[in-house]
């Protein structure tokens, strides 16, 4: 079987990666290396895995591959690639985001419509499409308002791999992220900068009252219910991949990060910023039954995992 993952070198398509390869797959990555950050990192992301045997690696913008050439033969597609970032999708950037996000995807699925040997097209979307919403925890039943553009081009690409395996037979199913944290996790996320300013003497800024809530997602988690997803889930649905526990505060996981680094820092609480929702809550009753899905490793320990690995770098 083969495995193609675009944007393996980012965050969770490199731990993606290393699950299939760990499990004895073949895996065939494709990445562009955008400068949304620093290329140092998503290197070091893939810098093991480089050697093997079982892994191809391809440096490629995908807006510009000949995608029915590269989907000819696989059996699994994980899109992965995408335009990350709520805050920054405001404003001029946010065709970046059309381009990345929406554009993209529809040209995948339009190459995956001719990919004969294609079980699965596994789509990563996220909770940002329910926005800020009272229907706790969020069911994927709910209705969806996102508050983001980003949000928003995320919930196009649900819709298109929805449209394609209606109209065109297409082997889809989109998984709602919450909030993924772990070893890898890029520069702009906030347990990187939290942790960083921790360990460097960095002041650290909460927008908001420090008091909203997410469901947080331990990113081997994420790689294995992508699996699962390729392996178990049936064609069109959309499910939620949330992690252990419900929403845990703000506030709290700094406390937990000082205990972690045994180091001290300067929080300030400043104004709120547009398109950050205050709780997060996730559902995964349908993740269970449809796919045999349980969070694997808890909140405190997956945040060890990721202060451990900061440790190395900073």
């Known amino acids: 079987m083969q495995h193609l993952i675009t944007g393996a070198a980012g965050f969770i398509g490199s731990n993606l990666a290393k699950e ?18 620093s290329r140092d990192l998503k290197e070091k992301n893939i810098e093991n895995i480089l050697n093997d045997p079982k892994f191809s690696f391809l440096e490629k913008d995908l807006l510009q591959v000949d995608l029915k050439k590269l989907l000819k033969d696989i059996d699994y597609v994980y899109h992965q690639a995408a335009q990350a970032g709520v805050r920054s999708s405001w404003g001029e950037d946010f065709e970046i985001y059309n381009q990345n996000n929406i554009l993209l995807t529809q040209k995948l699925l339009e190459a995956a419509r001719e990919a004969k040997q294609l079980k699965k097209f596994v789509y990563a979307s996220s909770s940002s499409v329910y926005g800020d919403t009272d229907q706790l925890p969020m069911q994927e039943k ?6 983001s553009p980003y949000g928003v081009s995320k919930l196009a690409g649900e819709n298109l791999t929805y449209l394609y395996h209606k109209n065109f037979k297409v082997p889809t199913v989109s998984l709602r992220y919450f909030t993924v944290y772990g070893e890898g996790q890029r520069p702009d996320m906030a347990f990187h900068i939290f942790t960083k300013a921790f360990l460097t003497g960095g002041e650290i800024n909460i927008f908001g009252d420090g008091k909203q809530s997410r469901n ?6 994420i790689a294995r219910a992508n699996i699962l997803a390729a392996e178990k889930a049936p064609a069109g649905e959309i499910i939620n991949i949330g992690g252990s526990g419900k929403g845990i505060v703000l506030n709290d996981t700094l406390d937990l990060i000082k205990e972690l680094t045994n180091c001290d820092t300067k929080i300030n609480y400043i104004e709120k910023v547009k398109g950050d929702v205050k709780h997060t809550s996730a559902d995964t009753s349908k993740a269970e039954k449809l796919l045999g899905y349980q969070p694997q490793v808890s909140f405190k320990e997956g945040l060890k995992r990721e202060v451990e690995w900061l440790q190395k770098i900073y």
Not at 20 to 37: N, P
Not at 216 to 221: C, K, R
């Open 20 to 37: 299939l390869l760990e499990k004895g797959e073949e895996v065939i990555g494709i990445d562009c290396f955008t400068d949304y950050y």
């Open 142 to 147: 709910n209705r969806l308002q996102p508050v």
């Open 216 to 221: 947080f997602t331990y990113v081997g988690d």
